[in-house]
């Protein structure tokens, strides 16, 4: 028999770590676990009345504080999936959310999904910090391929996993049925070798003297992610 193609060996490959129950800090962002009954009443206060923060997620938006912290107590209870709420850093104020939702320890998989992040934290530095600290996290704990999935039709998702330096895989069609709504799922990744030049991106962008005296970034994080993308999302730019 002519001899197959197999994969490379990974040397010394163990399951990678749980990713349930750290705090994550940088320059700016602040991330700690959910806690339901503490963080409900400061989460619903920056989401009330922004109901479109909701449209890409899994579910409506709540009608009341009560509902929601019924979610958030489900969202806490899933072990499997943790959930960090985002905090600038020094400031108790919560500002939203972000999971590692799909997590599969035994082949170095997970995915940051989930994310849920109100209009003032949005575009900020803060915000792309905290996932360029999920990132770090990941990858320096054994994990090796760090997946960002999204509604192919929610643009700034894209926009911000091509920023990051996920690298885009390709569109999955009618792959879920969200809201009543038919979705098609875009797949972005960055590998543990991609990551080896992609960081030194992130610590360039989040380098304070990156940012003038009023927080400007004087360089945009895709100068210095895109050289690294394996593969670009057609339908946009960074």
Known sequence: MTERPLGPVVPGWSAAAD???HRLQGHWADLRPLDAAADSAGLWRVFAGHDWVWDYLGSAPPPDLARFQNRMTELEARRQSPCYVIRAKGDPTPLGYACFW???RETGNVEIGNVNLSPGLQ???IATEAFSLMAHWAFDNGYRRLEWKCNALNAPSRRA???LGFSFEGIFRQHQVVQGRNRDTAWFAMTDGDWAAI???HKAWLDPANFDQDGRQRKALGHF???HLVARDPSLSC
């Open 102 to 104: 799909t997590v599969v």
């Open 123 to 125: 575009g900020t530095r």
């Open 199 to 201: 960081k030194g991106a």
């Open 225 to 227: 992610t895109a050289p």
């Open 161 to 163: 996993a091509q920023r």
């Open 19 to 21: 990713p349930a129950g």
